[in-house]
């Protein structure tokens, strides 16, 4: 393999962990109803794969291209998602099912996060469950500081297409997740 075909091949990696990478966060924005973040996304998305492409098929006798290809669509598949995590579009819900609903309430309160409890009756009596919202990067973080709390709770985590706070907030509003706590 020559140095050129050594780096065309390095550039294909690097340019499909762009695309594929960009594919995955477009996909999240399509999820969560966020059109023009998707777009935007998709646009360069595409771009950068249309080239990619092409170089790979002038040169497909060469099959260190098409290695490049398939290496550079599975990294850019894990970096994607690893953005993702540490981005976090979104918003979710907490579900925690707890015998020690008023307690823990307060703790997570204390903590920051927004609480609403209600009464239930459980398989085994009264529990009280407990829906905090939060943007999606500090789910974990509620789900840990209540387990922290009560290591006996059950914690449902779901995602939140939309939301509003007294008709003021839309989900797809940059300041609206700005400004929330």
Not at 4 to 14: K, N, P, R, W, Y
Not at 19 to 29: A, N
Not at 65 to 89: K, Q
């Amino acid at each position: 393999m020559t140095w050129g075909v050594f780096l065309s091949c390095l550039l294909i990696v690097a340019a499909r962990i762009v695309d594929v990478s960009l594919g995955t966060i477009r996909t999240i924005c399509v999820v969560n109803g966020r059109r023009g973040v998707a777009w935007f996304l998709g646009f360069f998305e595409v771009l950068v794969w249309i080239l990619v492409v092409s170089n790979v098929i002038e040169h497909l006798q060469n099959p260190a291209y098409a290695i490049a290809y398939a290496l550079g669509f599975a990294t850019g598949n894990y970096i994607g998602i690893t953005i993702d995590r540490h981005v976090g579009f979104g918003e979710q819900v907490v579900r925690v099912f707890t015998r020690k609903g008023a307690e823990l309430a307060g703790y997570l309160r204390d903590g920051g996060f927004r609480v609403t409890a209600f009464a239930g009756r459980g398989r085994d009596g009264p529990v009280e469950l407990l829906f905090i919202e939060t943007p999606r990067r500090l789910a974990a973080k509620a789900a840990a500081q209540a387990r922290k709390f009560d290591a006996e709770c059950f914690i449902v985590v779901d995602d939140v297409r939309s939301a509003s706070l007294a008709g003021t907030m839309r989900a797809d509003d940059w300041r609206s997740v700005v400004k929330k706590k």
